[in-house]
């Protein structure tokens, strides 16, 4: 039996190798399939080291890296110009105050599985609670009247994660990432596309320009460098000079 012995334990090792690798295959077939569908959730890295620094030294580290200055206008700005009927109009639309259809648009179209802030409001609660709508909107129009926010929306969780250099007991080795209120997140957003609307309306964005835009992204700008690339291929002295930013 000895011999015999031999010979099934091979087999048996082969048909263990065989089973694993059509199990590991099968698992890569699933992974590639699922990161198709959501190729934000398999790209996150594995989670971060807890911070070793005091909460208070953090924050006093980052509030004098982004709050040092006031940034608030103080007065109105003066123009040596009249606009015309067309600015006026523009102008007039982007100050004017917020109506519920615009504010009840936008709730409807806000993401899921969003982080929320401190105090604790999801955009799913926002979206599911579409009849608060014009109570939002008298907010945000008080808001915007009065230059003023709710204190609790200057409130953010701060969450650091390790930029994988320098001294991990240092705060300038952690990058910081604030979840604000979605509350205030809401109202940023109005008033954003308020201004990018404007600001496409009135032609004050240079063509360049091709991130954060409607319709644009890095593959619009890599197709218009291939086609510019390609234009002057053909020319047997043309020359082509672009700047890539990283």
């Excluded at 982007?94 to 109506?99: E, G, I, K, P, V």
């Excluded at 608060?132 to 009247?145: V, Y």
């Excluded at 496409?200 to 510019?228: M, N």
């Amino acid at each position: 039996m000895r011999p015999l012995y031999g010979i099934l334990k091979s087999q048996y090792r082969r048909t263990l190798q065989d089973a694993r690798q059509r199990y590991l295959e099968k698992q890569e077939e699933l992974l590639l399939l699922q990161t198709a569908k959501e190729p934000h959730k398999w790209l996150r890295r594995t989670k971060p080291p807890a911070c070793p620094i005091n909460a208070t030294v953090l924050t006093d580290h980052f509030r004098g890296m982004y709050a040092a200055a006031d940034t608030v206008p103080r007065s109105v700005p003066t123009f040596v110009s009249v606009w015309d009927e067309l600015t006026s109009a523009r102008r007039r639309a982007l100050m004017a105050d917020f109506d519920v259809l615009e504010v009840l648009h936008t709730m409807e179209r806000l993401q899921s599985n969003k982080a929320s802030g401190s105090d604790g409001i999801r955009n799913e609660h926002l979206r599911s609670a579409t009849v608060q709508a014009p109570c939002w909107t008298a907010l945000f129009n008080a808001c915007l009247r009065n230059g003023r926010l709710p204190r609790n929306w200057n409130d953010a969780l701060l969450c650091v994660i390790p930029k994988g250099k320098g001294d991990p007991t240092l705060p300038s080795s952690w990058r910081a990432i604030a979840k604000k209120s979605c509350c205030y997140k809401l109202l940023a957003l109005l008033i954003s596309r308020r201004l990018t609307r404007y600001l496409e309306a009135c032609d004050c964005i240079p063509d360049q320009q091709h991130g954060f835009r409607t319709g644009r992204s890095t593959i619009t700008a890599v197709d218009l460098l291939l086609r510019e690339v390609h234009s002057v291929l053909p020319s047997r002295n043309g020359t082509l000079r672009s700047i890539c930013g990283l």
